[in-house]
């Protein structure tokens, strides 16, 4: 794999930074509390990178791409639970681009390939007074790895399966573009800005899932797009209902 630097991940109105090493570019730019200016800190390997519900995030040196945006965002901040959607959405549309023609997303945050898990999402938010400051964290694995998927027991795709990774700087300076440009679309119009696109993208759409809620329940109905806040909405034998924050366990052809 090429090497990360900063000067050949140039991107208009972003500073740029690469650390070969350090414990999570979330919690880094999460200190960054005071930079008026967009903030990318790519590294080369994470000691505790961290996804969705504190979970690890396994970053080997050389093997994945991990990096984290910080940005002041001005939406109200019950929206901004969005975030991972628009981040999916950003990130999914350059995938396709770069040839990952396959590249789906699961709710509410894995970029998926045919069932198997490509990447993850993780968004931290701070409030400050009329705006927050956001913290937008993408992993993705470029290099396959068969013993990390016997080792967390689920299939994992990586780049390498379907495009010839020549530039991982070249795919984070897309992505971030990309990510920039959502962002802005997300402040001039919420989730609107993107929900139909991340609809179209949704590797569930039309299948049955079973969900475990927030509380350890499990319910089961037929993916039907997103709520107006970015929940997940679900055809159920009850009617429609939406699931803001839970866990889809299995999919099926309905």
């Known amino acids: 794999m090429d090497r990360l630097e900063a000067a050949a991940i140039a991107v208009p109105g972003l500073e740029v930074r690469v650390v070969q090493r350090c414990t999570s570019t979330n919690d880094l ?22 996804g969705r519900r504190g979970r690890r995030w396994h970053s080997a040196p050389g093997a994945s791409i991990t990096f984290s945006l910080a940005r002041r965002v001005r939406r109200p901040p019950r929206e901004l639970a969005a975030l991972s959607l628009v981040a999916g959405v950003a990130a999914t549309r350059e995938l396709r681009r770069l040839g990952v023609a396959q590249a789906a997303l699961k709710w509410p945050n894995d970029l ?3 069932g198997a898990k490509l990447g993850g999402i993780l968004v931290e938010t701070r409030s400050q007074a009329a705006l927050s400051h956001a913290v937008i964290g993408i ?3 470029c290099r396959g790895d068969e013993k990390l998927g016997r080792r967390l027991r689920r299939r994992i795709a990586s780049l390498d399966q379907y ?19 959502a962002l802005d679309a997300f402040e001039q119009s919420g989730l609107a800005a993107v929900r139909a696109e991340w609809e179209a993208m949704d590797a569930h759409a039309g299948q049955r899932l079973r969900v475990r809620l927030a509380d350890g329940r499990v319910i089961s109905g037929v993916a039907s797009g997103l709520a107006e806040d970015g929940g997940l909405r679900l055809r159920t034998r009850d009617g429609l209902c939406a699931v803001r924050n839970g866990h889809v366990l299995s999919a099926r052809t309905a």
């Open 29 to 50: 730019l999460l200190q960054e509390r005071g930079a008026a200016r967009p903030l990318l800190l790519v590294a080369e390997e994470q000691t505790a990178g961290r």
């Open 139 to 141: 992993g993705i694995n």
């Open 112 to 114: 998926v390939v045919n």
């Open 163 to 181: 495009i010839e990774v020549r530039s991982r700087n070249e795919i984070i300076a897309r992505i971030a573009g990309a990510l920039l440009e």
